[in-house]
Nanobody, 120 residues
Framework: QVQLVESGGGLVQAGGSLRLSCAASGSIFIINAMGWYRQAPGKQRELVAAITSGGSTNYADSVKGRFTISRDNAKNTGYLQMNSLKPEDTAVYYC??????????????WGQGTQVTVSS
């Protein structure tokens, strides 16, 4: 079984920064893609940023130039550095990983979510 633990959310003023972390543990052979999603009240969950095992990244237009996704493969951990935060970034942020377990079965896992609130 694989577990994801997210951390780093909180309350910040507009223009501030936060760094989210997503640590995976358990029966992991390799993590392929990692992604961060967010869901604001009354809205659908949306992709914020994603990174492949090779380090290729993609971002939602709304966060390009402000957010940076990265990963530490040795630690099975992903990060989302969020700078120049805006009130519209307020949401619950979720980490998702696509991985191969040690028995070589593919699995998709979601974190529990972490609240990010940006005040104006």
């Amino acid at each position: 079984q694989v577990q994801l633990v997210e951390s780093g959310g909180g309350l910040v003023q507009a223009g501030g920064s936060l760094r989210l972390s997503c640590a995976a543990s358990g029966s992991i052979f390799i993590i392929n893609a990692m992604g961060w999603y967010r869901q604001a009240p009354g809205k659908q969950r949306e992709l914020v940023a994603a990174i492949t095992s090779g380090g290729s990244t993609n971002y939602a237009d709304s966060v390009k130039g402000r957010f940076t996704i990265s990963r530490d493969n040795a630690k099975n951990t992903g990060y989302l550095q969020m700078n120049s935060l805006k009130p519209e970034d307020t949401a619950v942020y979720y980490c998702k990983v696509n991985l191969l377990r040690r028995d070589f079965r593919p699995e998709e896992c979601w974190g529990q979510g972490t609240q990010v609130t940006v005040s104006s």
